[in-house]
């Protein structure tokens, strides 16, 4: 088997248009959650949302890119940019043809279906753009990084709601690990603060209408967020003999399917996802320093993902850091995991574990270390990155520190 | 007011597959096999038949003064609600 590193990042969230900024806002525990500004938003009653503001496609696109690239497709290119930009790569020949994009999105272009449903529902019009279906496609991101960079391995769309950055990204793993790829650019983007986007979730009465405060006994539900990340996925000895930096190695990768309920989570089925990312990678329990919780903020997933932390880890559970990122960026859905490794990879490069921040009171249902507010320093070795998804279905990536 | 009670057990019927009579007023969400999912579809059904909002988030049941404890409870809180639109 080979073995799989990580060498270039990138991204753009509601807390920043690069790794660095986000970092920075992660390490000062910022809230990049603020009111909502998108169209009718008075006839929402969630009207928060980690939303990507001073937004200017034009400096970074075309004219003829943006009348094709929704918003979730703009975010993964603006991403997928800088971690090839920071990984050195150029794709020709062998290794173009060995390299590949897998890409996790729940909604797919949201915007553009959003956008036309009102002009042929609500406006009555007749005739739409011919760019409507290239634009919606869920695997339009994909496609357009597999153009713009020349990568004609392997290449598809993950689609498994909350958890498809993490089963993108566990895709992309495995591929290079059995030796069917040398890179695959991964990752995951979403971009479904809309009108209709926002409403549906509205709909399920999960969402907050103040804040997100995973772990806390003041949380009252998720708040959406939008963005992408996408990472660069390399063969270890491809990466080492181009003396290419080295961010992190990844490990292990498992995944589960609760088989039980579609919108309630199974601390049954988290705990056999993280209990198989750790089989995976060889990684005994008291190794893991760090995990970056699913920890949506509703009372549902936090306490299960506690319990099910404290029933693979046991005593150890007491020993390791847990926070959610989310109280920062809002629920990327379909991008989620993708951003969230960013914070797995601060941890393990800088010493930096991102908070929880908005963390108000203690829940004795999620009694871990939850990093409440500050960031902390502290050198780790191995984390973990969950995400358990509606539907049931749960993916859990192990890194380390890179050696 | 009649009419409001007797509307929203049908929609607590329907969503337990019960008949309207076996909707006593002291049987339980929990009684009628009615769960999280059947609860906020009832809660949809009863906003889009009244035409009201019903401040319900399920996070924090508990926290909302929409009272879900019993059929009874539900229907005094919806009558409140319906009674506050006029």
Known sequence: MKRVVITGQGTINALGADVASTKEAMREGRCGIAELDIRDVDRLAVKIGGQIKDYDPETLFNRQQISLYDRFTQFTLISARQAIAQAGLEFHGDLAAHSGVVLGTSGGGMQTLDENYRSVYEEGKNRVHPFVVPKLMNNAAASHVSMEFNLKGPSFTVATACASSNHAMGQAFNMIRSGMAKVMVTGGTESMLCFGGVKAWEGLRVMSKDGCRPFSATRNGMVQGEGAAVFVFEEYEHARKRGAEILAEVVGFAMTSDASDIVMPSKQGAARAIAGALTDARMPPEEVCYINAHGTGTAANDKVECAAVADVFGHHADDLMISSTKSMHGHLIGGTGAVELLACIMALTDGVIAPTINYEEPDPECALDVVPNEAREVEVGAVLSNAFAFGGLNAVLALRKAT | ?86
């Open chain 2, 1 to 86: 007011m009649a009419d409001v009670a007797q509307k929203v057990r049908e929609i607590i019927a329907e969503q337990a597959v019960l008949d309207v009579e076996d909707v006593k007023p002291d049987a339980t969400l929990d009684d009628l096999g009615i769960d999280s999912l059947g609860l906020v579809e009832s809660i949809f059904a009863i906003e889009e038949a009244f035409d009201i909002q019903v401040p319900f988030n399920a996070n924090e049941p508990e926290a909302s003064d929409f009272d879900i404890s019993n059929v009874a409870a539900i229907i005094k809180a919806v009558e409140g609600l319906v009674a506050s639109k006029t």
